[in-house]
Nanobody
Framework: QVQLVESGGGLVQAGGSLRLSCAAS????????MGWFRQAPGKEREFVSV????????YYTNSVKGRFTISRDNAKNTVYLQMNSLKPEDTAVYYC?????????????????WGQGTQVTVSS
């Protein structure tokens, strides 16, 4: 079992920045690829970014490329999502998730564990 707790969400003006954190506990953190997903009201959960076990390979959905950066600290069992140049369309609940895989994957169904989510609201 892996427990994931997100933090760092909040209300920010368009163009601003937020840094999300996801602290993991339970099984060996470095055995899991870690992903960030988001879900806006009335929409399906969508992939945002993923980082592999070692922190070397990362992928982003096109809409956040160049603005968001995913990273991880395996010594601290934490994954981060630095979000810059935020837009109102980034408003959503952001979830981190753990995938017991050596690959990096983007489908929610690939992930084994999920956090409770943190709200990000970007005002125009």
């Amino acid at each position: 079992q892996v427990q994931l707790v997100e933090s760092g969400g909040g209300l920010v003006q368009a163009g601003g920045s937020l840094r999300l954190s996801c602290a993991a506990s339970g099984r060996t953190f470095s055995n899991y690829a870690m992903g960030w997903f988001r879900q806006a009201p009335g929409k399906e959960r969508e992939f945002v970014s993923v980082i592999d076990r070692s922190g070397i390979i990362t992928y982003y959905t096109n809409s956040v490329k160049g603005r968001f950066t995913i990273s991880r600290d395996n010594a601290k069992n934490t994954v981060y999502l630095q979000m810059n140049s935020l837009k109102p369309e980034d408003t959503a609940v952001y979830y981190c998730a753990a995938d017991f895989s050596a690959d990096v994957r983007a489908k929610p169904s690939d992930y084994d564990y999920w956090g409770q989510g943190t709200q990000v609201t970007v005002s125009s």
